[in-house]
């Protein structure tokens, strides 16, 4: 049976977030972004990390540097941080590949993940660093997003001071198919030499690890 693709794909999401039974309309409903896992003990909590880009897909290129190397690395540090300190960390890529918005978020729906962390690189002439939930989010994705963007900037700031741009909303795939808090990271401008400088620095690079890390206990404590 060939099928609408969209009936499809729809119905391969909503199956892969144990939702087969319900009709994707009253799935999705279901699937509140902010609404978190309340059963999820921190000691037992699972953490997605999702490298923007890969494989075909390089994302922003600029001074030598390509947004799906720099995102591997960052989330490969902040996996290891997570892992040492006790956490269940899931990738959606370990390598340089290409996946899919819509797997993305399948894949941490069905692995039962308590917080979703995706990573990519900024372009387009600005300097800094900025952060994104969805459009509409309950509170314990507000919880996320506040902590998650000072962690960060923190950690960014212990190595060399940077551009708060601000915590934005966008309707980001991967923030709305979703359905446990979820946060964007949007880290310096590969475009822009001194961000560049920055990236192209593995000691920055710890650094924004780490401030990936940081807060994530803080707010598994609240969950
Ligand atoms: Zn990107």
């Keep these: 049976m060939s099928g609408n693709p969209i009936s499809r794909r729809r119905a391969m999401v909503a199956g892969l977030a144990g939702l ?48 799906k190397n720099l995102t591997l690395d960052i989330a490969l540090r902040t996996r290891d941080l997570l892992t040492s300190a006790g956490h269940t960390v899931r990738m959606s890529r370990e390598t340089d590949i290409f996946r899919e918005l819509a797997w993305r978020a399948s894949d941490a729906n069905s692995w039962g993940a308590a917080l979703f962390i995706s990573i990519h690189i900024n372009a387009g002439g600005g300097t800094g660093f900025e952060s994104y939930r969805y459009t509409s989010v309950g509170q314990p994705t507000l919880d996320f ?79």
């Design 20 to 67: 087969a039974a319900i009709p994707f309309a009253a799935g999705l409903a279901s699937a509140n972004p902010g609404s978190a896992r309340q059963d999820i003990s921190p000691n037992a909590a699972k953490i997605y990390l999702d490298p923007g880009h890969g494989g075909s897909d390089s994302g922003a290129v600029g001074n030598g540097l390509q947004e």
């Design 145 to 223: 997003h506040n902590r998650l963007h000072a962690g960060i900037l923190s950690g960014m700031n212990s190595h060399t001071p940077v551009t708060n741009r601000g915590m934005k909303s966008a309707n980001f795939a991967v923030l709305r198919l979703t359905n446990m808090p979820a946060v964007l990271t949007e880290n310096l401008f590969i475009d822009r030499a001194s961000d560049a400088a920055l990236l192209a620095n593995s000691s920055f690079l710890q650094a924004t690890a780490q401030g990936h890390a940081s807060r994530v206990e803080s707010m598994l404590a609240t969950m």
